[in-house]
């Protein structure tokens, strides 16, 4: 199988040095030390894919440091928190420039990215205690932040998300979102909802979206998706019939492909559809239905 986008880490995330302040010290004062080098959110990317980093001696005085991890000769890595930056406004998902580092870094360098701007957007969205309203303060290198009020402790969340195709007849359903691109169509995807499993959650997002029912859902692979933080669970459904009644509130079309016309398409063929981009695990899903 393909290995989906923004995964294949390289980096050691030494989730024993989290709490141990001489060991977080000491990796900080690190002269090989590498800090991410970021414009706003987006990585600072070179032409052969490569993310741009530099010394922590050019992180801003008021930054918080966020410890990546370690490489294999124990090299530590950090990305930088500034106060007040709001990642969902800088540094919009869609832009020219956040497109074109999705397709041109390196994939273990894409996944140590994913990791970082989830984190820096986590802390910006995460400031103040759910359960006081307190204004919390780092800690655990950066993978935490506590409330010195009531003493409650918050972690980074991770939201689970089910992508999906249904099948009918060697056939996919594939779906078109309100603002896509002209022509492209991918799998349909929703959040889970309390109280749901994975498979459960597939065959209501797409009965609510397409009004196709399906049942012996499969479990294809996963993906980080950092726009904030997602967790993509990529699946395969098999329906019980073709009869399309689509929700106009959730896409804008829905089609079904015959299997050999999705293998010319990821191919580079002409088609009757656009396919998602290579880093998208809606790509690595049917590229493993179709068998390319």
Not at 46 to 57: K, Y
Not at 64 to 73: A, R, T
Not at 253 to 279: C, K, N, Q, T
């Amino acid at each position: 199988m393909v290995t989906p986008g923004l995964t294949g880490g390289t980096l050691d995330r030494a989730d024993h040095l989290r709490n141990d302040s001489e060991a977080l010290v000491a990796a900080m004062s690190n002269g090989r030390a590498r800090l991410m080098k970021l414009d706003g959110l987006h990585p600072e990317v070179s032409e052969d894919g490569r993310l741009g980093w530099t010394t922590l001696a050019d992180a801003p005085d008021d930054a918080m440091l966020i410890l990546l991890g370690l490489d294999e000769s124990a090299r530590p890595h950090f990305a930088a928190y500034l106060p007040g930056t709001r990642a969902a406004e800088a540094t919009p998902m869609r832009s020219p420039a956040m497109i074109h580092a999705l397709t041109t870094l390196q994939p273990g360098e894409a996944a140590t990215y994913a990791a970082a701007r989830s984190l820096i957007d986590w802390h910006s969205r995460h400031q103040y205690c759910a359960n006081c309203g307190t204004m919390t303060e780092p800690f655990r290198a950066g993978w935490a932040r506590k409330c010195h009020h009531c003493g409650a402790e918050h972690f980074p969340r991770v939201d689970p998300v089910v992508i999906m195709i249904a099948e009918h007849g060697g056939r996919a359903l594939l779906g078109r979102g309100k603002g896509w691109p002209p022509g492209r169509y991918s799998a349909l995807a929703g959040f889970l909802e309390p109280g749901e499993s994975i498979e459960e959650a597939v065959a209501r997002e797409i009965h609510e979206e397409a009004g196709v029912r399906v049942s012996a859902v499969r479990y294809i692979a996963s993906q980080p998706w950092p726009f904030p933080s997602s967790l993509m669970m990529a699946c395969v459904g098999m329906a019980e019939d073709d009869t399309l009644t689509v929700d106009p509130h959730e896409l804008e079309d829905a089609i079904w492909v015959e299997r050999d016309v999705v293998r010319s398409v990821l191919a580079g063929e002409p088609g009757p559809f656009l396919p998602p981009p290579p880093y998208a695990i809606a790509y690595t899903l049917l590229r493993e239905w179709a068998g390319v």
